[in-house]
């Protein structure tokens, strides 16, 4: 049996495993109504390091759901990185990398109110069906015209709404409006904390309408996550479809997830203090 093949078999077999996440996402889809009809995987080595009587793997576990809601299909999918070692011909210490935040200490608080009011000024048309196509074409790989970070949520959304037409403004002082060119960038261009505060405080430009509930948001808006509820905004995501109760369904990046239930309950991030953003992307 081929080695990956035999890692996704065990995976379902051991509870210990999947139960930081498998027990909540089966929860999650018993609240909405869902049941998942299908489940395919594929493992994918990535980093292979090999000394003395070991072998240590990384690799991407991609997980594919085909979702039933109300006779409504869709697939969601998502890509979980994990790691084993191999000793003396024995599979052990299988397990699940640590999901990556941002935890970056270089964000900064935007409100971006100048004295000067934009209101009514530089309005953009925001393609909202571009920016879902991006959203869809480049949510498991990079696309080479921008850097990648590690954690790389809020560069993908924000290249996702450049796609959409939304206008950028502050070049070249990284602390001012939101940004990309060449080598350098805003910080809200690729910081979470610092996106979420620019979309509450911009006048001019880029610009986000918070609204109250999930339901009020269409495809090609965001919503950012703060995971431990501490006042710190960790992680970004776009919205690309709807559910058959309304609910928004979003792709990301770092771990990479496509049409994934906008909750992230199923998520290891996931807290019970967590704390969401809502943003019409546009519509102010």
Known sequence: MHMMTRLWMDFFKDETARDHWWARKRKLMQERGAEIVRINGKGQVFHKVKYDDQENYHYLLHLSFLMNQEDYFYIEETVIPYQFQIR?????????????????????TFTEHDGVNHQGQERFTYDRLAAVKYAELWWNRYNPDYKAFDVDC?????QCLRAGGAPMHGMP?????????????????????????????????????????????YPG??????????????????????????????NAHTDNSRHRYWSYEDSTAWTPEIKYKFFQIGMV
């Open 173 to 217: 002082n990284q602390s001012k409006g939101w940004w990309y060119q060449g080598e350098k960038w805003s910080l809200s261009w690729a910081v979470a904390h610092s996106l979420r505060w620019y979309l509450s405080g911009s006048t001019k430009g880029l610009r986000g309408r918070e609204v109250e509930s999930p339901t009020d948001l």
């Open 88 to 108: 003396n011909g024995k599979i052990i210490e299988h397990e699940e990398v640590e999901h990556q935040l941002d935890t970056r200490q270089d964000f900064l």
């Open 154 to 158: 809020t560069n993908y959304v924000s």
């Open 221 to 250: 808006d965001v919503i950012c996550y703060d995971f431990q509820g501490d006042g710190r905004w960790d992680h970004n995501t776009i919205v690309v479809a709807k559910d058959a109760h309304g609910m928004p369904l979003v």
